[in-house]
Structures are given as C-alpha cells and as structure tokens.
C-alpha cells in the first residue's frame, strides 16, 4: 500500500481481555517498529524487526507483550490480560532503512 | 544508557514569533532526525542530519547539527497556525537500528 496501515484504529476492551493489534507495512521496507503513546506522553519503544534477524524486545513491558512479523511483512502486536495502564495509541512505523520512519495512523487503546 | 533531552516541553507563540526547540544528546551521534506530530495525528519525518555543523532549510524550518554532533536544534521563522504541533528528535539507538525519541515540544501559536 501507500502507506503503513494499522487495525483496529480504535479497540476498546474490558480489563483483563486480550488484545491483537495489526500493523501492515509499506510493502519492501524491512524494517518494522512497535511505539506506545501514553496520552500528552512521548514515544515509548517496545519492539524492531530487521528483515530475517530476531527481533529487539528490549522495549516490551512485560510478558503480557508480544509481537511477530510473518513473512517479513504484517505484524501483530498482541497485549494478553489487558491492564488498564495498557491505555495508550500503539504506533507502527517502517522503513527501508534508518532513514526516516513512515508511522500509520495508529491504534487507540483503551482498557476498562 | 543513551539519554535525550527536548527542550523546552511546551512554547505559546504569537502568529509571526519565532520559535525554536533544542535536543540534547548524552552521546555523540551518527545522525538525528526530526518528527511533527499535528494534534491527533501521528509522527511525520521531516529531516535527518548526518554532518557535523549541517545546517538544512525547509521553507520557513531550519535544522542544525552541533558540531560536537551531540545536539541539535529546530527553529521555525515566523510562525503560522499551521506550524501547531509537537516537534519532537529522535536519536539511533546506540547498538541497534531503533530510534530514541524525546520527549517533544508542543507549540502552541496563537492567531
């Protein structure tokens, strides 16, 4: 596509549910990044993947995060019994490179 | 760990003013790239700077790269309503290929 899609691009959820958010890259970029926006907040990461390496999870906040990336392309960000300061816009970004992310529009989360 | 700091968090401007944001590095850096978010929106690239000293133009937008490579600025001529948002930098993680971001400024323009 043109652009980097994501889905939902609102979920709300009660407290404790799971949740998958999806994340459809520009089509050829390799590189495909996870970002949480808490509400007035900054940029916080939580996952990058580079083509066939494994994945950096360095930024996940627990266990209850997880993400994958089949066939180099769509990614799914999946958030397991959703807690409430698991409300935030999670923001999925590509590029060829490191040069210059192209970010979707975003899923807004919010759990109750 | 590799730190960014943005300053200042927010700026009020009257329409015509100037304005211009700063971001720290603790760390030299290879490059660093700039973002605007309108209210609402998502993050859009503007620029990165890769030289030491590098100074860029976007119309009424300059970039500039310190020369210890360590710092860098945004300022805008100028101002318009247009320009309202939060303009944040972003600095390669120093051992993988991920982008730290800062924490933003928000600027504010008043008609």
């Known amino acids: 596509g043109a652009g980097v899609s994501q889905s939902p691009s609102n979920k709300v959820t009660e407290k404790g549910k799971d949740v998958e958010l999806r994340c459809d890259p520009i089509s050829g970029h390799t590189a495909l990044y996870w970002y949480r926006q808490s509400l007035g907040q900054g940029l916080e990461f939580l996952i990058y993947f580079q083509g066939n390496s494994a994945p950096d999870k360095s930024g996940l906040p627990s266990d209850r995060f997880s993400a994958e990336r089949t066939g180099g392309s769509v990614s799914t960000l999946t958030i397991q019994r959703t807690q409430q300061e698991d409300s935030a816009v999670y923001l999925c970004?590509?590029?060829?490179?490191?040069?210059?992310?192209?970010f979707g529009s975003g899923t807004r989360l919010t759990v109750v | 760990g590799q730190q960014v700091m943005q300053i200042p968090q927010y700026q009020h401007v009257q329409e015509g003013e100037d304005f211009t944001t700063y971001c720290n590095s603790s760390t030299t850096l290879s490059n660093i790239q700039w973002y605007k978010q309108r209210p609402g929106g998502h993050p859009v690239f503007l620029i990165q700077?890769?030289?030491?000293?590098e100074v860029k133009k976007q119309k009424r937008l300059t970039f500039q790269f310190g020369e210890a490579k360590k710092n860098s600025s945004l300022h805008i001529t100028a101002t318009q309503t247009t320009d309202v948002g939060t303009y944040f930098c972003a600095l390669p993680s120093s051992n993988t290929g991920k982008l730290i971001f800062g924490q933003g400024t928000t600027l504010q323009v008043k008609p």
């Open positions: 700077l890769v030289k030491s000293g």
């Open positions: 970004a590509s590029t060829p490179g490191h040069y210059g992310y192209t």
